[in-house]
C-alpha cells in the first residue's frame, strides 16, 4: 500500500481511551510492513473547545480535508453543555462532516453470532442479522434553516427547519442502490410522508430514482413503523435508507439488537474522502476507567480499510480478530458486567488475534 496519511481525533470522555488501542493495530501494520500509514492528530468538540475556544478550528477542518482519510473516537462532553449552540462540542462534529462533504453515513448491524443472547431480542429474531442503514448525514432539520429561538407574544419558541432538495435525496438513493445491488436488493426508505412536505418529497425522489432498477425491492415505511418494525421483526431489513434525524434514531435502536451499542462501527463518505468513528457517543459516565469497549472504534478502523484504502484483506482479518477474541469469552464490561477485561486488555487480545492471523 502506498503511503496514506490520516487525520485522528481522538476527541472526548472515552475518545482517548479507544483511540489508543486503534493505534496500537496501525502502528503493528506498519511494523509489519503491511501498510505505511502516516497519523496526525487533531481535536474536535470538548477537547478543541478546551484548547482554542471553538469546537473546530479552520485550521484542522482543512487539515482533515488534505488528509486520506478520518477516524474519529468521539464527541460530547457534559462540561459545555450549557454552551451557545455554535460553541457545543456536537457542532465541531456537524461543521467537520459538512465540510468534508461527509452526505453518506453507513452504520452495519450485524450480531456476532457467539453474543446474541447480549441482546434484548430472543435470539432467532437476531441470528445472522445483517442490515446496513444508509443515513444521509449533511441535510435535513440537524442543517435546515432559518433555525433558532425567538418571541412569539412573549412566549419563547425554538424552532428548526427541517428540508431535503430533490439533488440531496437523490444522491443518497444512489448510493443506497449500489449498497442494494451488493447485498440483497431490498431498500426500505423511511420517512413520515402522512405528515411532512419534506417526508414527501423525499418518498417522490426515492421512487424517481428508483425507476429502472426494478431489480431491487423498493419499501416505503413511516418512521414510526419502522422504529417497531426494527425491534419486531429486524432480519425482514436489508438496506435502509433514511434522512438524517430519522437515522439518528434508528441507528442507536438498532445497535440494541446486537447486544451493545460499543460494537458498532461507521463510515462517513464524500466522493473524495471518508471519515470513520463508532456510532456510539462520548459516554461520560465511564470516561477514564478503564471499562469502555474498543471494538467499535477498531472494527471503524476496518471499515477504513475496506472503503477507503480497498484493503478488504486486512478489513477482514481485523473483523475475524474481534470474533475470535468474543468467541474467546472475553468480554467488556458493557457486555459482562462481573466477568470483564480492560480496555487495554480487550485491544492488546485483539492485537494478539491480529499478528496470528497475519
Ligand atoms: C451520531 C451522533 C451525532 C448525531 C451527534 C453527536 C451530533 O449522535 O453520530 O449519531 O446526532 O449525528
Ligand atoms: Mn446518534
Not at 423498493?218 to 438524517?244: C, E, G, R, S, W
Request: charge should be negative; aromatic fraction near 8%.
Amino acid at each position: 500500500m502506498s503511503k496514506k496519511n490520516i487525520f485522528i481525533f481522538p476527541g472526548d470522555e472515552i475518545g482517548p481511551e479507544i483511540t489508543t488501542e486503534a493505534i496500537k493495530i496501525i502502528d503493528f501494520l506498519n511494523e509489519s510492513k503491511m501498510t505505511d500509514i502516516h497519523y496526525e492528530f487533531g481535536d474536535v468538540g470538548g477537547a478543541s473547545l478546551d484548547k482554542y475556544n471553538k469546537p473546530i478550528t479552520d485550521e484542522t477542518l482543512e487539515k482533515a480535508r488534505k488528509s486520506d482519510a478520518v477516524l474519529l473516537a468521539s464527541v460530547g462532553t457534559p462540561k459545555y453543555d450549557n454552551n451557545t449552540r455554535e460553541l457545543k462540542p456536537e457542532h465541531g462534529l456537524l461543521v467537520l462532516r459538512k465540510h468534508l462533504n461527509l452526505y453518506i453515513n453507513i452504520r452495519p448491524i450485524f450480531v456476532f453470532n457467539t453474543l446474541s443472547e447480549f441482546s434484548s431480542l430472543k435470539s432467532e429474531l437476531i441470528n445472522d442479522l445483517d442490515l446496513v442503514i444508509i443515513r444521509e448525514l449533511i441535510g435535513d432539520v440537524y442543517f435546515g434553516e432559518p433555525r433558532g429561538f425567538k418571541d412569539v407574544n412573549g412566549d419563547k419558541v425554538g424552532y428548526n427547519t427541517m428540508q431535503y432538495s430533490e439533488s440531496e435525496v437523490q444522491r443518497i438513493t444512489k448510493f443506497a442502490i449500489d449498497i442494494a445491488l451488493k447485498r440483497n436488493k431490498h431498500i426500505t426508505s423511511v420517512d413520515k410522508a402522512n405528515v411532512l412536505e419534506c417526508s414527501q418529497l423525499w418518498r417522490q425522489t426515492v421512487d424517481r430514482i428508483m425507476e429502472g432498477h426494478s431489480n431491487i425491492d423498493l419499501q416505503h415505511m413511516y418512521v414510526d413503523n419502522a422504529a417497531m418494525q426494527i425491534i419486531k421483526n429486524p432480519k425482514q431489513f436489508d438496506v435502509i435508507l433514511t434522512p438524517n434525524l430519522f437515522g439518528d434514531i434508528l441507528s442507536d435502536a438498532a445497535s440494541m439488537l446486537t447486544g451493545s451499542i460499543g460494537l458498532l462501527p461507521s463510515a462517513s463518505l464524500s466522493e473524495t474522502i471518508g471519515m470513520f468513528e463508532p456510532i456510539h457517543g462520548s459516554a461520560p459516565d465511564i470516561a477514564g476507567k478503564g471499562v469502555v469497549n474498543p471494538i467499535a472504534m477498531i472494527l471503524s478502523l476496518a471499515m477504513m480499510f475496506e472503503y477507503t484504502f480497498d484493503r478488504q484483506d486486512l478489513a477482514r482479518i481485523i473483523k475475524k480478530s474481534v470474533d475470535d477474541v468474543l468467541e474467546s469469552g472475553y468480554f467488556t464490561k458493557d457486555l459482562s458486567q462481573n466477568d470483564y477485561i480492560t480496555t487495554n486488555e480487550m485491544g492488546d487480545k485483539i492485537l494478539e488475534s491480529i499478528k496470528k492471523l497475519c
